[in-house]
């Protein structure tokens, strides 16, 4: 699952963003902007997508 949030709007300056009640529960969570641009790529194609999420720390 892939999601936008408010709380990760409001947040996202911060270098770490805990994953609590007020974000999600394990999901990709993105802000309201990324995931407008994620659905206007995911509305590009036309058959099955396979998300790949990772963190470079």
């Known amino acids: 699952m892939i ?3 408010r709380w ?11 994953l609590n009640e007020k974000c999600c529960q394990g999901c990709v969570t993105v802000s309201t902007r990324d995931m407008a641009y994620i ?5 590009q194609e ?12």
């Open 3 to 5: 999601h936008s949030s």
């Open 8 to 18: 990760v709007d409001r947040n996202k300056w911060r270098k770490y963003i805990p």
């Open 39 to 43: 659905n206007r790529l995911v509305g």
């Open 46 to 57: 036309e058959g099955n997508l396979l998300l790949w999420a990772f963190y470079d720390a």
